[in-house]
């Protein structure tokens, strides 16, 4: 699960920077706030790749995810954009706990035989 959502998180990191050079064209937008607010969005994405299988992990990418839809009041695009990385959030989610799940299947049949 971690590669996969390590994977979303650090695209998440290119496009809340992506946003940042965006945002900065609208007049009602200081720029300190637009680098605040996208400088701690993409700190929380590049902390969340180490957090990812911890405790809460999942639930702060959740937050994460919510923050960039919610970007779109802001910079139209991220509407459509959020909802995408939301949908890849999810996947990487579930298909990752999949494939952990496999893993360990394999991985205690390989023990069982080496025994």
Known sequence: MRTLCSGTLIAEFLIIGFAGLVAMKDDGLSTAMVWTVCGVAMLLSLLLCGLVTRPGGVALGWVLQLGLVASGFFVP???????????????????????????????????????
């Open 77 to 115: 695009v991220m509407f459509v954009i959020g909802v995408l990385f939301a949908g890849l959030w999810w996947s990487s989610v579930h298909f990752g706990r999949k494939v952990d799940e496999a893993k360990a299947r394999f991985a205690a049949e390989a023990e069982g035989g080496a025994a």
